[in-house]
């Protein structure tokens, strides 16, 4: 006899109500709240610029002035040797990356969310020299798109931000 029970299933939806959870994109959700209404650092170089592009992309493009959040955000990444071959030649390099971010209230000053995300990627470097500065600048590509996708993530969960 199967233990499943229809009523249980139910009232899963009434339990979440409860304990506060709310859809990310439902009107006066942190989403709806944070889209087009963060103002994100200017890029200092091509990396910050790539996870700029995607932040904004994600949280709307919102104007510097009259926003009604700051998001200020920084970067640093670094390559190492994944993979050396027998001959000592690298054939494959992981870059590293970390970005810390704050995102600060306009109205009041306040910091609402802040920290750090840290994730990496990796490329091959076994093929001739344009290709592997194009699988680079690919994969320094995906990872600040993995950083943003991280940020957006932890700023969606902040519970801090209200509408």
């Given at each position: 006899?199967?233990?499943?029970?229809?009523?249980?299933?139910?009232?899963?939806?009434?339990?979440?109500?409860?304990?506060?959870?709310?859809?990310?994109?439902?009107?006066?959700?942190?989403?709806?709240?944070?889209?087009?209404?963060?103002?994100?650092?200017?890029?200092?170089?091509?990396?910050?610029?790539l996870l700029v592009q995607n932040l904004e992309q994600k949280l709307g493009r919102s104007a510097t002035s009259g926003s009604e959040y700051k998001l200020a955000v920084s970067v640093s990444t670094t390559t190492r040797a994944a993979s050396i071959s027998t001959s000592n030649e690298t054939n494959r390099y992981t870059i590293d990356g970390r970005a810390n971010y704050s995102l600060t209230s306009e109205e009041s000053g306040q910091v609402v969310a802040s920290g750090q995300v840290i994730d990496f990627v990796a490329y091959s470097a076994a093929g001739s020299t344009v290709s592997t500065l194009a699988d680079e600048r690919d994969a320094t590509e995906r990872l600040m798109e993995i950083l943003s996708d991280h940020i957006v993530t932890r700023l969606y969960t902040s519970p801090d931000i209200t509408a």
């Open positions: 006899m199967s233990s499943f029970d229809r009523r249980t299933f139910l009232l899963i939806p009434l339990a979440l109500t409860a304990c506060g959870f709310q859809p990310v994109y439902a009107p006066g959700g942190t989403g709806a709240t944070l889209n087009g209404r963060v103002a994100v650092s200017a890029p200092s170089d091509v990396k910050s610029f």
